[in-house]
Structures are given as structure tokens and as C-alpha cells.
């Protein structure tokens, strides 16, 4: 069965870090792009960061210079590096992904075909 599995959120103080993870089974991992979004209360769905087959990673303004997608293949895992975090990165945090069997296409965050989302892992940044 497919699934992805995040973990790693938790309540950190602005300006504060934290890495989130998304272990994935059931799939062949590498023929995959995957997306990092996000869900607060009283927003819209917002993409974050995309990863594509080569490693390239794509982000949401709001994001750049402080957040780093990343992959371990070996790991069947995406990992999201979340830097200088501020109170708006709040937010429920999922991982999803899209079937991309040439590593160099290019991935973005705001395609709405991201499939298999796990549950998410809650991220809280307040003083």
C-alpha cells in the first residue's frame, strides 16, 4: 500500500528550526516528484517546496532563503529544512506526490495532481 508518513513538526519560537520528514512507501520512489504544502485555518491550501527526480527543488515566495527541500533515495524520504521560521508558517504540513518518470522535468507547487498526502505533522510558531 502507498503511504506517506510526516513527522518532525512541533512548537518552536520565531526565528527558530525545525526539519520535518516524509517517509514514503509502496512506490517506486524515484520515478516521483513530491511536493511539501501546507493548511492553516482560514487559508487556502498553500504549496511550499517541490522536489523533483534529479534534486531540484522549487519554492513558494513566501518560503525562499529560508526554507531546503531535499531526498534520500535510499531513504525513500523527503525532508523539508525549515529555517528562520516565523509566525506564519503555522500550519498543518503535508506531503504529497506525482508521478514523474523523467527525473529533469520540472516540478511545481501549484499543481493540483499531488496524490497520497499523509496525514500531515502539526507546525506551531508562536513567542
Known amino acids: 500500500q502507498v503511504q506517506l508518513v510526516e513527522s518532525g513538526g512541533g512548537l518552536v519560537q520565531p526565528g527558530g528550526s525545525l526539519r520535518i520528514s516524509c517517509v514514503t512507501s509502496?512506490?517506486?520512489?524515484?520515478?516521483?516528484?513530491f511536493v511539501w504544502f501546507r493548511q492553516a485555518p482560514g487559508k487556502e491550501r498553500e504549496g511550499v517546496s517541490c522536489?523533483?527526480?534529479?534534486?531540484?527543488?522549487n519554492y513558494a515566495a513566501s518560503v525562499k532563503g529560508r526554507f531546503t527541500i531535499s531526498r534520500d533515495n535510499a531513504k525513500s524520504t523527503v525532508y523539508l529544512q525549515m529555517n528562520n521560521l516565523k509566525p506564519e508558517d503555522t500550519a498543518v504540513y503535508y506531503c504529497?506526490?506525482?508521478?514523474?518518470?523523467?527525473?529533469?522535468?520540472?516540478?511545481?507547487?501549484?499543481?493540483?495532481?499531488?496524490?497520497?498526502w499523509g496525514q500531515g505533522t502539526q507546525v506551531t510558531v508562536s513567542p
Open positions: 504529497a506526490r506525482r508521478y514523474t518518470p523523467s527525473p529533469v522535468w520540472r516540478c511545481s507547487v501549484n499543481h493540483r495532481d499531488y496524490a497520497n
Open positions: 522536489i523533483n527526480g534529479n534534486g531540484d527543488g
Open positions: 509502496g512506490f517506486t520512489f524515484d520515478y516521483n516528484s
